[in-house]
């Protein structure tokens, strides 16, 4: 089975309908110790989500990096 990777967008998808599951943020949070006001943050996007976040959604982050292609040299022959 294929790894599925999510973008932040679809981490507060995630987020909001577990929320909405448990009855509200103050639900979700009270359920899994974590503040209402942090949930409101991370579904607003102005939070990252956390650890204890994630793994309350059933997630774990993982860091990717890219190597970015340097550009041509300008007049390069």
Request: charged letters at 25%; glycine letters at 12%; proline letters at 3%.
């Amino acid at each position: 089975m294929a790894d599925i990777y999510l973008e932040s967008e679809e981490v507060r998808r995630a987020l909001a309908v577990a929320c909405k599951r448990a009855g509200g943020t103050q639900a979700f949070g009270y359920e899994h110790g974590l503040l209402p006001m942090y949930l409101d943050g991370v579904l607003l996007g102005e939070r990252e989500a956390g650890d204890k976040l994630l793994a309350a959604l059933g997630l774990v982050r993982i860091t990717r990096y890219k190597r970015i292609t340097p550009k041509a040299k300008q007049g390069a022959a």
